[in-house]
């Protein structure tokens, strides 16, 4: 399929002309922006420079932190709660900015009394765990019922339920149920940050909040991928909640975690789970089949949508209308699936190896290992693994193509970045009775990346396996069919995307997870040398310091071997 590039598009009448000297400025601008490239991407009629990138508190502008700089905090979690923000619970304050006369408010749905919810504390881990979750319980359901009513701008006689509160590891969650004169009942979802609280937001979580909800209503406004449709949200505690919140549409379905059996997940043995995923009945299977179809080709849509840089795509916005992208921004973390650090940046990129070499160049410089000494095994270790990390890097980078016409003459075409959904595992799809994926959630640090890490590669639940956490207590609980499953959803990706990247995609999004995630390298290596058959007996901790040391035929060999591993464009 033909991508389709983020050409610049015209914004509407409304916005004010600008004049001519402000292209000067943002020619001289972009060489001081954190946005890459970004004259030739605005568009010559909005007024005002593109959003700058807040910083963290005692950070210098663009400058990637430093291994030493990452404190392990791997410790035992605290059992304390976390302290309640006053101001988030202090309704007689704050009730009188939501009221709205012409809403009339459901009597059943702020009854205090009568709906209490089951929680699970979240421990807090560390240093660097802002979650508040107490604080953002506090909102109280009379407090979400009026905002949502003045928010969504309903006509008299409308009325807005609290029909469940729940929470995920880093959000709160409000289901709602809204009765319009004359209308369908719709059911809608409002999100909470669980650090959304005045001590602990920060301008770069507003910035990323805004990101993210911007970049959901550019591909809903592109693709038919069934995504939430944001209806409202809020960068900032100064709003009708409190709170930073995205209000969106509630997708039907039931999730895949309660498809993948037949019936829900926890009907099923734990320790029968593994058995029962290998050897389901045919009615199972075939639907099983369906489901992996409908979730490639739901995906392929996503490889359409390219951008020029790798990091997070920066939206002009009016009124939930998307009009054209500033150009790619940094996006801040901090947490990982790890554990929780000191917030960092990633990106922008401006091509596929520096989207690789500089994680590289943090986590995996051997100097760092010099202080052991030259003939350390520490130091030999560390240049064995970065040894192998560069081959692996080399092999699944694109090659220059250049395209030649009749007079001779080319042009390099430029690499693409593509979305990458953070979290494509199957508590976030959902499903019809039948297979048919009816929703993705979840979209929090969706970015865009190299389009070997993109959307025609394997979900999460297909490649767990190369991963460091692999258990067969999660999702597919299944070992004998992966590759049959595989297979399945790579041919149906190839029907509809590239899908050059998509069968072997479970080797690069292992590479991915040990740079940006944390996982192990040894484990990386070990499943490496479980594929060369001259490697498989050896510990990958010896032959990295053997590699280290000088060690040329077996250099020569894993160069061989990792090139048709992962060559990205294999003849």
Request: glycine share 4%; proline share 7%.
């Amino acid at each position: 399929m033909a991508p389709e590039t983020n050409k610049v598009t015209q914004p509407c009448t409304t916005i004010s002309d600008i004049v001519q000297s402000c292209q000067t400025f943002f020619t001289k601008l972009s060489a001081e922006s954190p946005y890459i490239s970004l004259f030739g991407k605005i568009a010559p009629k909005v007024s005002g420079p593109p959003p700058q990138t807040p910083r963290l508190p005692d950070e210098d502008p663009m400058v990637e932190p430093s291994a030493d700089d990452e404190v392990d905090n791997t410790h035992v979690c605290d059992d304390e709660d976390s302290k309640v923000e006053p101001a988030a619970v202090d309704e007689a304050e704050n009730m009188d900015e939501c009221d709205d006369e012409d809403s009339e408010v459901e009597p059943a749905a702020v009854d205090e009394a009568e709906n209490t919810y089951e929680y699970e504390d979240e421990e807090s881990c560390g240093e660097y765990d802002r979650r508040n979750f107490p604080a953002i319980r506090a909102i109280r359901n009379l407090k979400i019922v009026a905002g949502v009513l003045k928010v969504l701008k309903l006509p008299e006689g409308a009325t807005c339920e609290v029909t469940d509160r729940k929470e995920g590891s880093f959000h709160h969650v409000v289901m709602l149920a809204i009765r319009e004169p004359e209308q369908a009942d719709r059911e809608l979802v409002l999100r909470f940050p669980a650090h959304g609280t005045p001590d602990e937001w920060q301008p770069i979580d507003g910035f990323n909040l805004k990101n993210e909800a911007t970049n959901m209503l550019y591909i809903h406004q592109k693709t038919t991928v069934p995504l939430p449709q944001v209806l409202g949200f809020s960068d900032t505690v100064d709003n009708e909640f409190g709170a930073p919140y995205i209000l969106m549409t509630k997708l039907s379905g039931t999730t895949a975690h309660n498809f993948w059996f037949g019936r829900p997940v926890r009907e099923v043995t734990a320790n029968r789970r593994h058995v029962e995923a290998d050897c389901a009945s045919d009615e199972v299977e075939e639907k099983r089949v369906v489901f992996l179809r409908s979730l490639a080709k739901t995906m392929a849509q996503l490889e359409t949508l390219t951008f020029e840089e790798g990091g997070v795509p920066t939206f002009y916005c009016e009124d939930l209308d998307v009009k054209f992208c500033w150009g790619a921004a940094p996006l801040r973390r901090w947490w990982n699936p790890v554990r929780m650090h000191k917030p960092h940046t990633i990106g922008p990129f401006t091509s596929c190896t520096k989207y690789y070499k500089t994680q590289l160049d943090i986590h995996f410089d051997p100097d760092d290992d010099l202080e052991h000494g030259p003939d350390s095994q520490q130091y030999l270790y560390a240049l064995g693994l970065r040894m192998v990390l560069d081959l692996i890097i080399n092999a699944m980078i694109p090659p220059s193509q250049l395209y030649l016409d009749s007079s001779g003459y080319g042009e390099v075409t430029p690499e693409a970045f593509v979305y990458r959904h953070n979290d494509l595992d199957m508590q976030n799809i959902l499903v019809d009775d039948d297979g048919n994926v009816t929703g993705i959630i979840d979209w929090d640090g969706l970015m865009v990346v190299p389009r070997c890490l993109g959307p025609t590669s394997l979900p999460l639940f297909l490649r767990r396996d190369t991963l460091s956490d692999f258990s067969f207590s999660e999702a597919p609980w299944a070992l004998l069919l992966l590759d049959t499953y595989r297979e399945i959803y790579a041919d149906e990706m190839g029907k509809h995307a590239d899908a050059r990247y998509t069968r072997m995609s479970h080797w690069y999004q292992a590479v991915h997870a040990v740079l940006y995630e944390e996982a192990d390298p040894d484990d990386l290596v070990r499943l490496i040398c479980l594929e060369i058959p001259e490697l498989r007996r050896i510990a990958p901790a010896s032959l990295l310091w053997r590699l280290g040391a000088c060690y040329p035929d077996a250099e020569h060999l894993l160069r061989e071997k990792i090139t048709e591993l992962f060559e990205a464009f294999p003849d």
